[in-house]
């Protein structure tokens, strides 16, 4: 009797990325993954990506699902509830990642074996372990950014991971479980640290592989002063949690 391939769910939040989901679409169709599905969350963009998600979906041969939700209300709500919706229908593995193309869907591969190996409860795709890098593109303050957010989170939190921020994950479905994803508050990019402090304070496993994070190509980004505020003080309110 041949054993069936885990379910690998990838959920991807969109908003206003017409130009860049059948691209990406495509990218996950040719993989070597097998029982590989995508899951769109869509926040009710107004330049049809839900539109064309339902298209993607209708000719996927129940392969592509779609989500609509009635309102933007961050990054971390729309995985959250794309999460839940991939376990209600049985994922083993959900993969995470941006719907702009900076996230190379040629690692999904080995970001899943490297899951389903020895007691790892997620897969961080890195940018800062050996052999992973960033855009060309980033001018030297961006990158001067993202490595001091780096530290910063790690300092506070003590995490043990190169890539704190990283957006692209692969979770064994028990893990998301085991973490109590409906009380998961923070939201924009804090939402990637707040998963990974969950993780740690389980005593959980987190291994990292490297990637190359390029800059979107299509579209902009949704990078703004609020999510950056937020970003700043979540540590800080994990810790003190922590510490009552």
């Known amino acids: 009797m041949v054993e069936a391939s885990p379910k690998v769910v990838v959920v991807v939040p969109t908003y206003n990325e017409r130009e860049n989901l059948p691209v990406l679409a495509g990218l996950l169709a040719e993989l070597p993954v097998p029982n590989l599905h995508l899951l769109v969350v869509d926040d009710n963009s107004p330049d049809g990506t839900g539109e064309i998600a339902e298209k993607l979906a209708a000719g996927s041969h129940g392969t592509v699902g779609v989500l609509h939700r009635t309102e933007k209300d961050g990054l971390g709500r729309a995985y959250l509830a794309g999460m839940a919706r991939a376990l209600n229908e ?36 890195s940018r800062y372990v050996p052999g992973g890098s960033t855009a060309s593109e980033w001018p030297w303050h961006r990158k ?95 810790r003190l949690d922590r510490n009552r």
């Open 90 to 125: 049985g994922a083993d593995v959900v993969v995470q990642m941006d719907a702009d193309l900076s996230h190379p869907a040629s690692v999904i591969p080995t970001m899943v074996q490297t899951l389903l190996t020895g007691d790892t409860a997620v897969v961080l795709g």
């Open 144 to 238: 001067a950014l993202s490595a001091w957010a780096n530290f910063y989170v790690n300092t506070i939190l003590g995490l043990g991971v190169k890539d704190a921020t990283a957006g692209f994950k692969a979770w064994r479905a028990s893990t998301l479980r085991a973490i109590d994803l409906p009380t998961v508050q923070s939201n924009g990019y804090s939402f990637q640290v707040e998963m990974n402090y969950r993780v740690v304070r389980r005593g959980m496993t987190i291994r990292e592989v490297p990637i190359r994070f390029e800059e979107r190509v299509e579209g902009a980004s949704k990078m703004s002063i609020g999510v950056q505020v937020e970003s700043a003080l979540a540590p800080w309110k994990l």
